[in-house]
Nanobody, 120 residues
Framework: QVQLVESGGGLVQAGGSLRLSCAAS????????MRWYRQAPGKQRELIAG???????NYADSVKGRFTISRDNAKNTVYLQMNSLNPEDTAVYYC??????????????WGQGTQVTVSS
């Protein structure tokens, strides 16, 4: 079984920064792409950042230039550095990963989510 555990959420004032972490644990052979999603109240979950196993990244326009996704493959961990936060960034942030749970086989997993609240 594979678990993704997020940490680093909290309450921050507008203009501030937070760094989210998501660590994968359990039995697996490796991790392919890792992603961060967020879901604001009353809105659909949206993909905001992704990173491949070799470090190629992509971002949603809403966070480009403010958020940075990175990963430490040795620690099976993905990070999301969030700068210049504004109240519109308030949401539950979820980690998502494609995990090799068997040779040649990939399964997709979600973390439990971490709340980020930005006050004005």
């Amino acid at each position: 079984q594979v678990q993704l555990v997020e940490s680093g959420g909290g309450l921050v004032q507008a203009g501030g920064s937070l760094r989210l972490s998501c660590a994968a644990s359990g039995s697996f052979f490796g991790i392919n792409a890792m992603r961060w999603y967020r879901q604001a109240p009353g809105k659909q979950r949206e993909l905001i950042a992704g990173i491949t196993s070799i470090g190629n990244t992509n971002y949603a326009d809403s966070v480009k230039g403010r958020f940075t996704i990175s990963r430490d493959n040795a620690k099976n961990t993905v990070y999301l550095q969030m700068n210049s936060l504004n109240p519109e960034d308030t949401a539950v942030y979820y980690c998502n990963a494609d995990v090799y749970t068997r040779p040649g086989g990939v399964s997709n997993y979600w973390g439990q989510g971490t709340q980020v609240t930005v006050s004005s």
